[in-house]
């Protein structure tokens, strides 16, 4: 194995120990003939099944094969993932894929080829245009979308998934952002470059259920607006402004009533709740900041293992 790296495979592990083998045939059988230089990037994200035991099986049974694995000592979430995986991947293209087999090497294949055959485009994103999941949770995802791109300066393409293929250039910015709050459909769209996105349709899971519910994605997606806009933190001056005019007819019309004390009881109870807002918001960003300036590490590997080539 001495030719060069064409495409590294990062591919964030929790729980799929039913996954991950047949991940691995899969893309096997995909790459044959179209992507003969290639790595995996296995990453366990602090399984608490026996993912990482079936990682060394595969490796086990392949010792020819580019496997680069990696056991964190817990579980730091799929962004702490995804970002180790960065930090290992040498190919001269770079993918984010899921080992639940959602979403098929494939279509990697296909991202490739555009890459190929575009030699201007930086990055393929992939996105569901039809989506399995149920109404309320889709018109949230809708919301979410409406209300950062109106607010922030990056641009957020609606339904882009982190499942995407980019070349080196941009694979090694992003290897470089190392912020502990990160948020990485952000960090794609923030450090810019030139992206096609591609409709796909997402395969039913292998095995297992997903592990994201929605508080989860509601964090993830406050996650998103505090990391890339400070809005909220001038929200509250929108809000005193609103409020003064408010006061003001709360006051013409208390006086038309005769009964000021009820004007004065709806100032009183305006101003509080808007100050409650302004000191919540402040003390998430300072939450922000404060583990930010602790500067511990992203995420801890525990163990990695790569192969003899790699370590040549």
Not at 29 to 56: C, K
Not at 126 to 152: D, H, P, W
Not at 202 to 213: H, K, L, P, Y
Not at 279 to 300: D, N, Q, T
């Amino acid at each position: 194995m001495s030719d060069r790296v064409r495409l590294s495979l990062i591919v964030p592990c929790y729980n799929e120990q039913d996954n991950v083998e047949k991940f691995y045939e899969a893309v096997v059988g995909a790459f044959r003939g179209h992507i003969p230089s290639y790595e995996l990037v296995f990453i366990n994200d602090g399984s608490a099944d026996g993912t990482w035991e079936r990682l060394l099986k595969i490796r086990a049974d392949n010792p020819d094969a580019r496997l680069k694995l990696v056991n964190f000592s817990r579980n730091f979430g799929k962004e702490a993932a995804m970002y180790s995986g960065f930090q290992h991947a040498v190919g001269d293209y770079v993918t984010v894929i899921d080992a639940d087999l959602q979403q098929r090497p494939e279509v990697v294949v296909q991202m490739v080829d555009y890459l190929d055959a575009n030699p201007g485009c930086d990055c393929v994103a992939a996105f569901q245009q039809t989506r399995r999941e149920g109404g309320f949770m889709g018109a949230c995802k809708k919301i979410f979308y409406k209300l950062i791109n109106s607010v922030s300066e990056t641009r957020f393409y609606p339904d882009a998934s982190d499942f995407r293929t980019m070349r080196r250039p941009m694979a090694d910015v992003v290897a470089r952002l190392t912020e502990h709050h990160r948020f990485a459909k952000g960090i794609f769209s923030w450090v810019g470059f030139n992206t096609y996105y591609m409709p796909y349709v997402a395969d039913e899971r292998n095995a297992g259920t997903t592990s994201w519910s929605f508080i989860k994605l509601l964090k993830y997606a406050l996650e998103g607006i505090m990391s890339y806009t400070t809005f909220p933190l001038k929200l509250p001056l929108y809000l005193c402004a609103m409020l003064g005019f408010g006061a003001l007819v709360c006051l013409v019309v208390a006086l038309a009533a005769a009964s000021p004390a009820w004007g004065w009881a709806c100032f009183g109870l305006a101003l509080c709740t808007v100050q409650m807002l302004a000191l919540s918001m402040i003390g998430l960003y300072l939450a922000h900041v404060y583990m930010e300036e602790k500067k511990r590490p992203i995420c801890i590997e525990k163990d990695y293992l790569t192969y003899k080539e790699a370590e040549d």
